[in-house]
């Protein structure tokens, strides 16, 4: 793995740390991807509702990266079966794509801090609260064969005690240690756990222990738990403050795209979420424009519908649009399909729905990305990020009054 900052944080300012990189994960010909990037959700190593071929569909390279829960191989197939079949990219028949392991998602393997002890952390998972030690980790690390991998961290809510947030940074350190220790590589594919809740200083302590440590970037745990947007902003930049600037920063359950933004802001490079897979799953589609600094905040209000970020599919209005869900949309639903049929599709209760639901919104999300990078590329990104959440918040301010 190799990363390289090509276009570094311009220093101070409210967007002063957001930057532009490339990550080089395969051999000479695989294409680098660009950074900031969404890793794409998985279940077992492919998107929900998307099968193989149809990740092909997707916008490249962009798509190439996929995330990966080891929690999730847990059970079934055994760690043994899956080594001899070659690893999850050969198990899933995407031996072009790269995969990042953390610890858990947002769907199904949620931490569960309370049944965590010194011995390892605790998953709440469909069959149960299953507990991982660092062994067991790495031998489901060892048997996928992740392109990156986020060592094992005790991830705490922002309302624990301040006595149990020092204690989870302290199992966070002591379990990177034996995750390194159990690395044939030696940390070559590490992504160093940063944790520690809504305290500033115990993230500055953490930050600073992980990066002595031999990692080649950094995974930034323990948000979405309950931290507010104004806690959160200051905790991301306290951390991005300490981790030197040549790794790779990648955060988990970051998934809005306010939130995105937000991370953007404060330097982060990669992140996970399902917001995808949750939109999908309630039947709405993307459909906020990815052009905001072509026209003037209020055509983009008059244009747009709903939240300004998404529309509810399941509604009745939608029964007789045949427009596609988003004009001049270059994906496969969008090219081919209405929203009268995906409401059809929806109310009927057939899985093609979330089948083409989900293309849609990952490609729109995976724009989304891009016109991020663009922005960056032209300087613009903080009047970018200005008139999107102007946007949300007149939205947000009508459907109040």
Known sequence: MRFVVTKPSAGAGVAGKARLGALYLGGGAAPPIETPALVVPTRRGLPSFISRDLLDRLPYPDSLLLHLSPIHFVECPSTRTIKNIGGVHQMVGLQDHFFIASPGDSVESLPEHEGTNKIGAAFETPSGRRLINPKDYMEIISSTRPNLWASLADEVPAWVTEKRNRLSIDRTLKWLDDCL?????????????????????????????????????????????????????????????ILPEEKIRFVSRLGLPEEVLQGVAAGIDLFDSTYIYHLTLGGFALVFPLD??????????????????????????????????????????????????????????????????????????????????????????????????????????????
Not at 232 to 240: D, F, G, I, K, P
Not at 375 to 397: A, D, G, I, N
């Open 181 to 241: 220790s159990l690395d044939q590589e030696k940390g070559v594919s590490t992504l160093g756990a940063v944790v520690g809740g809504s305290n500033i200083e115990n993230r500055k302590r953490c930050a600073t222990e992980v990066s002595m440590r031999n990692v080649s970037g950094f995974y930034l745990g323990g948000f979405g738990l309950g931290e507010s947007i104004e806690e959160r902003s200051a905790l991301l930049n306290a951390v991005t403050d």
């Open 292 to 401: 905001l600094l072509g026209e003037a905040p209020e055509a983009l209000l008059r244009n747009s519908s709903s939240d300004y970020t998404k529309i509810n599919l399941h509604a009745t209005i939608y029964r007789k649009d045949t427009s596609p869900i988003v004009d001049k949309c270059s994906c496969y639903t969008c090219q081919n399909h209405t929203r009268a049929y995906l409401n059809h599709l929806l109310n009927v209760h057939e899985m093609l729905a979330q089948i083409l639901l989900e293309i849609h919104n990952t490609h729109h999300f995976l724009g989304f990305f891009r016109s991020i990078r663009q922005v960056l590329k032209q300087e613009k990104f903080e009047l970018f990020r200005q008139r999107f959440m102007e946007s949300r918040r007149v939205h947000l301010t009508e459907a109040l009054s």
